[in-house]
T-cell receptor, first 114, second 112 residues
Framework: DTAVSQTPKYLVTQMGNDKSIKCEQN?????MYWYKQDSKKFLKIMFS???????INETVPNRFSPKSPDKAHLNLHINSLELGDSAVYFC?????????????FGPGTRLLVL | RKEVEQDPGPFNVPEGATVAFNCTYSNSASQSFFWYRQDCRKEPKLLMSVYSSGNEDGRFTAQLNRASQYISLLIRDSKLSDSATYLC?????????????FGRGTQLTVWP
């Protein structure tokens, strides 16, 4: 299937732990993103990579570190997890046609920090 | 002030009803506009782009008013399957590629 996939789908962990979320897209897109959707349902961009280069880095704690080994993968590593990190994390990739950009989202990773 | 503001609802309407959602954006230089749909516990998916002249896709009509910085989505003949959260999305002129701003979404429930 052509899609944006994320693993794991669910992640429950203790405060202070380090965890990673992986994302892969086989759509051939050049640009990938990480978003965070909190309990109030706001979807906010965290990072964006274009051809493995970081192009957007919103005000996100240094504990969050994205890594893009190639343009089809964008992983997110989180150090020293805190309660406030509990959220749904969505990966996305985008296709630009002319001036129109469409983003395709992965299924989300539901992170719960205890 | 948030970049994109939406009435969170919820809107509860019977099947067959017509329902309209509104959205305002703060950056007058915003260039591109979209409506995304997000089902419960699922990822957002593009519903439709919004063009200056207004556009229609089946039962869905999107309108843009640049002067008022206002976007709307009209759903006619609502179906049960339309129940979801509708997200207003804006991209600013000159923004770094991919800098989409999402509203918090308007929740719609269509009942039989």
């Amino acid at each position: 299937d052509t899609a944006v996939s994320q693993t794991p789908k669910y992640l429950v962990t203790q405060m202070g732990n380090d965890k990673s979320i992986k994302c892969e897209q086989n759509l051939g897109h050049d640009t990938m993103y990480w978003y965070k959707q909190d309990s109030k349902k706001f979807l906010k961009i965290m990072f964006s990579y274009n051809n493995k280069e970081l192009i957007i880095n919103e005000t996100v704690p240094n504990r969050f570190s994205p890594k893009s080994p190639d343009k089809a993968h964008l992983n997110l590593h989180i150090n020293s997890l805190e309660l406030g990190d509990s959220a749904v994390y969505f990966c996305a990739s985008s296709l630009v046609v002319g001036s129109q950009e469409t983003q395709y989202f992965g299924p989300g990773t539901r992170l719960l920090v205890l | 002030r948030k970049e994109v503001e939406q009435d969170p609802g919820p809107f509860n309407v019977p099947e067959g009803a017509t329902v309209a959602f509104n959205c305002t954006y703060s950056n007058s230089a915003s260039q591109s506009f979209f409506w995304y749909r997000q089902d419960c516990r699922k990822e957002p998916k593009l519903l439709m782009s919004v063009y200056s002249s207004g556009n229609e896709d089946g039962r869905f009509t999107a309108q843009l008013n640049r002067a008022s910085q206002y976007i709307s989505l009209l759903i006619r003949d609502s179906k049960l399957s339309d129940s979801a959260t509708y997200l207003c999305v804006v991209i600013g002129r000159g923004s770094t590629l991919g800098r989409l701003y999402f509203g918090r979404g308007t929740q719609l429930t269509v009942w039989p």
